[in-house]
């Protein structure tokens, strides 16, 4: 049974840089392509970042790239997302996501994706 806790979220200002964190079980993490995903009210699912399965691989979305750093950290199945300099438009529900594809090709499209996290909000106030 494959479980993703996304865990850090909430209320913060902007210019402020909080991170998030993502606890992965029941599948082999090292060998998952993982990724960051968001989504506010009456948008589609935004791709935030990936990372693929040793770390040395990250992909940005356009409208985080520079601010935001995705990690992880494979002995102990988690990922991380550091968001620096937060704007009221970061304001989201964030996704933690696994992709099980064998050929461990980063994807940015959600539909490419296994498994997903709750999510967890985060609110930017200016």
């Known amino acids: 049974h494959v479980q993703l806790v996304e865990s850090g979220g909430g209320s913060v200002q902007a210019g402020d840089s909080p991170g998030l964190s993502c606890k992965a079980s029941?599948?082999?993490?090292?060998?998952?392509?993982m990724g960051w995903f968001r989504q506010s009210p009456g948008k589609e699912r935004e791709f935030v970042a990936a990372?693929?399965?040793?770390?040395?691989?990250?992909v940005y979305g356009d409208s985080v790239k520079g601010r935001f750093t995705i990690s992880r950290d494979n002995a102990n199945n988690l990922m991380y997302l550091q968001m620096n300099n937060l704007i009221p438009e970061d304001t989201a529900v964030y996704y933690c996501?696994?992709?099980?594809?064998?050929?461990?090709?980063?994807?940015?499209?959600?539909?490419?994706?296994?498994?997903w996290g709750q999510g967890t909000q985060v609110t930017v106030s200016s």
């Open positions: 996501a696994a992709d099980e594809d064998p050929t461990g090709r980063i994807q940015t499209a959600p539909r490419s994706y296994d498994y």
């Open positions: 990372i693929s399965w040793d770390g040395r691989s990250k």
């Open positions: 029941g599948l082999t993490f090292a060998r998952h392509v």
